[in-house]
């Protein structure tokens, strides 16, 4: 067990509904880590930016200074109406009364991670918005608009990200896959119990990766992740029978190894109370399928731990190419695991 100021970001997140006042417009999904991990002083943020999205409307503040850090993706700085393109290391701060004006924008096609941190709120701390004169109305009568600020000449960009203007919406658009058993579909967040089920047994992650799930918590902060790689076009199913398509038994997968390498790794976890009837096999070779069809993927391949004899019969049975055994090649659950690789190869 680990001490309680220790914790994942997704199991922080908040829901995907964060709008300004009168606005139906999407921001960034926060996952306050510093105030969930005990931090009283300073915010610090995980903010995930779906591809046209912005972490807030353009704004200034007066007395709390802020930073950004990119964790992952490629967004871009908006600064005082100018676009600033970021790449993950990029670090950038916003010193208090300077007047920089500011949001961040993601106009890629990949999900953005940024590590968001500032001051906690002071009651002394007032904010002025370039762009949205309603904002600072609303500012005006709760007594904390920044009427003086140092104004600077703004640049041409209007501050929306390019996916709005362009009418495309920031989401994902997975399909519903079948086999002559089963029904592979998008995880849905009502989905987390049905999740919590399976996925608290530790018999089926005994072999896995991933440890037991101990609260519904868990299983929602692993759909949000879910959510979060559909928008990269990762592709992970929820595995349904055909005669009950509305409870998810377990999860198939694929990942990229290496995009450039043109390869990818599936996984796969089923409930305890479904196995042995071949189930994870039929999934797996309609999601291969799937893969073949849709992706510019030249290698397939799987891995288990070396004591997992029946995923190693299963991958067999399926006609993977046994390539040999991994010493040491993966360090999971604090020791070393050897792993038996398979793959198949686009002929």
Known sequence: MRPEFIGHYTEF??????TYPGSDELLAIGSAVGKKLGLQK???HIETLYPGRRTSWPHAESTEEEFAFVIEGNPSAWIDGNLYPLRPGDFVAFPSGTGITHTFINNSNHTARLLVGGERPKSDNRIYYPLNESQNQVRRERGDFWDDIPLKTQGPHDGIPDLQK?????????????TKRLI??????SDAPAVFEYAKNPNVSRLLIWEPHKTLADSQGFIKFIHQTYLDNVPTFGICLKENPEKVIGSVGAMWVSQKNKIMELGVALGEDYWGRALSSEAMLRLVEFLWQRYDVLRIQSQCKAENVQSKRMMEKMGMTYEGLLKKNLF????????????????
Do not use: H, Q, Y
Request: charged content about 25%; overall charge negative; hydrophobic content about 35%.
């Open 13 to 18: 997140m908040d829901d995907d509904n964060s």
């Open 166 to 178: 362009n009418g495309r919406p920031a989401t994902w658009n997975l399909p519903v896959l079948e």
């Open 184 to 189: 592979l579909r998008p995880f849905e967040m």
């Open 42 to 44: 300073i915010g610090i």
């Open 332 to 347: 999971c659950k604090g020791t070393s695991w050897d792993m038996e690789m398979f793959s198949f190869t686009r002929n």
